[in-house]
C-alpha cells in the first residue's frame, strides 16, 4: 500500500508540471506577478486595481522595492500632473528590464550604485545624483552595472494632460540629468514627500503631491535649458539646417525626403544624426514639434481646430486630429476645453 501511494505522488506531480507547462507565457507572468503583489500586501502595501499597469510587471527577480506605491485614478478631479505609482528600488547587480511602447511617463532618481540606461540609440551611464526620465510609447532598457545594489526612487504618471507640460518645461526630449549637490538634496526630499503623500493619503494628499511634482519639474527645466543650450552649440550643421526650415515652413507638407534634401544627405544618415544629437527620429521630431504649436494655439486663440490644422501643416483636419490624439493623448477640442478651464490654469 505504502508502494502504491509513491507510485501516485510522482505521478500527480508530473501532472501538475505538465498542467503548468502547458500555460502561455503571458498567463504564467500574470500568475507570478499576483503572487508576488499578493506577498507583498503588507502594512501600507497596496495591490493595483486590474487597470492599473505595475509599474515592474517586467521586472526580473534580481529586483525589490522596500516601497511600492500605487494610485486609483482620480474619478472626480482634474490634475495635470497625476502620479499614479511611486516607491523605491534595490536592484540586485546585473538585474536588467527592457519595455516596448512604454505606457507611462516616469522621473527616478538614483540614490545608490550604478546603472545604465539605453534609449533611442544612446547609452546614459547613471550614478547617484542622477535623474532619468522614460517617456511615454518610447522603447528602453535599464539596469545594474555596478558590483553592489543600485538604489533609486520613482515616481510615475499615466495622465495624458502631462506631455504638453514636458513640452513647454522643455523635459519632452531629456533623459538624463545630473545633478548638483544642493539640488540632489531638494529633489531627494521632494521625491519623498510625494512617497509621504500617497502612502499617508492625508487630506488634500493628490493636490498636495500633485504641486510637488510640479516643483521637481519646475527644477529639472532650469537644467533642460542648459542642456539644450549645449545642444545647440555641438548639433551638426546638417540637423540645424533641418530645424531652421522646419520652423520657417511649419505651415507646409513636408516630407522625409524634403528634410533629407535640406540637410544634403540621405534620409537614413538624417535619422542617425537626429538621434544621436536630438535623441529622437526625425518623423518623431517633426510631429511633437507640430504638436506643440498645436497645443499653444489651442490654449491662447480661439481658431476652429481646422484652421489651426492648416497652420500646423495638416490638410486634412482629421489626419491632424488622430495625429494630435496619438501624440497629446485626448482629442483637441477636449484639450482646448481642460486646457482652459480654471482647474488647469492653477497647475501650469
Not at 36 to 56: A, D, F, L, T, V
Not at 227 to 232: D, E, K, W, Y
Not at 244 to 269: F, Q, T, W
Not at 276 to 298: E, F, N, S, Y
Request: proline residues 5%; charged residues 30%; aromatic residues 10%.
Amino acid at each position: 500500500m505504502g508502494g502504491r501511494k509513491k507510485s501516485e505522488v510522482p505521478e500527480e506531480g508530473k501532472k501538475v508540471k505538465k498542467r503548468v507547462k502547458a500555460k502561455s507565457k503571458p498567463e504564467a507572468q500574470e500568475e507570478s506577478s499576483k503572487r508576488k503583489y499578493e506577498r507583498r500586501k503588507k502594512g501600507s502595501y497596496e495591490i493595483p486595481s486590474p487597470e492599473i499597469i505595475p509599474i515592474n510587471q517586467a521586472v526580473s527577480n534580481l529586483t525589490s522595492d522596500p516601497e511600492m506605491y500605487f494610485l486609483p485614478m482620480a474619478q472626480d478631479e482634474i490634475y495635470l500632473i497625476n502620479p499614479y505609482a511611486c516607491g523605491v528600488s534595490s536592484w540586485l547587480p546585473k538585474a536588467k528590464l527592457t519595455r516596448r511602447n512604454c505606457p507611462f511617463f516616469s522621473v527616478e532618481l538614483v540614490l545608490e550604485g550604478k546603472g545604465e540606461l539605453d534609449v533611442n540609440g544612446n547609452t546614459y551611464e547613471l550614478e547617484p545624483k542622477d535623474v532619468f526620465l522614460l517617456h511615454f510609447d518610447e522603447d528602453h532598457t535599464y539596469q545594474n552595472t555596478g558590483s553592489g545594489r543600485w538604489k533609486k526612487v520613482w515616481i510615475s504618471f499615466r495622465h495624458s494632460l502631462l506631455t504638453p507640460g514636458l513640452n513647454q518645461l522643455g523635459l519632452d526630449m531629456i533623459s538624463k540629468i545630473s545633478l548638483k549637490d544642493q539640488d540632489f538634496e531638494q529633489i531627494r526630499r521632494l521625491f519623498f514627500d510625494v512617497l509621504d503623500e500617497i502612502r499617508d493619503r492625508n487630506k488634500d494628499f493628490r493636490i498636495n503631491a500633485s504641486a510637488t511634482c510640479y516643483k521637481i519639474f519646475h527644477l529639472l527645466a532650469r537644467y533642460a535649458k542648459v542642456i539644450s543650450s549645449q545642444r545647440a552649440n555641438v548639433i551638426p550643421a546638417q540637423v540645424q539646417a533641418v530645424v531652421s526650415y522646419v520652423e520657417k515652413h511649419l505651415r507646409e507638407p513636408i516630407s522625409m525626403d524634403d528634410l533629407a534634401n535640406v540637410a544634403g544627405c540621405c534620409r537614413v544618415h538624417l535619422t542617425r544624426l537626429f538621434k544621436k544629437h536630438m535623441g529622437i527620429h526625425t518623423r518623431d521630431w517633426l510631429i511633437q514639434l507640430r504638436m506643440r504649436h498645436a497645443c499653444m494655439m489651442l490654449k491662447t486663440t480661439n481658431l476652429p481646430v481646422h484652421l489651426i490644422a492648416e497652420e500646423v501643416g495638416f490638410d486634412d483636419p482629421y489626419h491632424f486630429s488622430t495625429a494630435f490624439r496619438r501624440t497629446v493623448g485626448q482629442p483637441p477640442t477636449k484639450y482646448r476645453k481642460m486646457a482652459k478651464s480654471d482647474a488647469l490654469d492653477e497647475e501650469f
